[in-house]
């Protein structure tokens, strides 16, 4: 069996269609969307249509449940201020139906693999879908996260970094982000968002097990157009946020 995770596109259609080709070519059994799929991005209901067409699980991320219902608050910085007005657009670009297809993302999927394991699927966490944890989350909290769920393999986003990661006898795995992959975890005001378009593959036989942690380059400069034709607000800015500094 092999899996393919895929997680935080954030309305990038050249990034997911990046990813798409390339996961062509290596014949996966099934894919699982980890959440936050259309907000953020110049593309939200290209995204929406291609995951939908895909039919695969999809998990529902913090930005995904923020689209159904958009709760506005006072910002004091102007990164999140910029962000909101982009949300709200992309919140505003949907049909009625692909509003229902947004309801039906899961909070986590628990996914059968071979020999009796499973993979459980979630967002931030299995109990927050705005949780962070990273490679140097202490023990005691993934306790704490994965409290009352059971699963062989852990999987999840919201972090836009990539992670492979021993948990006790188990895997935590972070594919990273499509449509935003991020060029260093701190500080926060320094982060740009890079053009690698970042997946994982997971290949369970009998005799083979392994986690791939793929970065594949998608093209930038078409993505910057798409921003520009979109009519998204903050357009120039949010180029910028792509230019290294």
Known sequence: ???????????NMTALETVLSDLHKRSVDQIICLGDVTAGGAQPREVLRSIQKLGCP?????????????????????????????????????TESEKDFLRTFQ?????????GKNLLCYHGSPRSFRQFLNPITPNETLDEAFAGYTADIFAGG?????MFRRYRDKLVINPGSVGMALNRAFPLDET???PWAEYAI?????????VELRRI???????????LASGLPHAEWLIDEWTPR
């Open 107 to 115: 909070a986590t999927v628990n996914y059968p693999l071979p020999g």
């Open 202 to 210: 997971l290949t369970l036989e009998q005799d083979e097990e392994g």
């Open 192 to 194: 740009r968002y890079t």
């Open 158 to 162: 919201h972090t836009h970094f990539q």
């Open 1 to 11: 069996m092999r899996l393919a995770l895929i997680a935080d596109i954030h309305g």
């Open 217 to 227: 380059p998608f093209n930038l400069q078409a993505y910057h157009q798409a921003i």
């Open 58 to 94: 999809v998990i529902m991320g913090n930005n995904d449940a923020w689209q159904i219902n958009p709760r506005l608050t006072i910002k004091d910085n102007l990164i999140d201020a910029h962000n909101q007005d982009i949300n709200l657009w992309c919140s505003q670009q949907y």
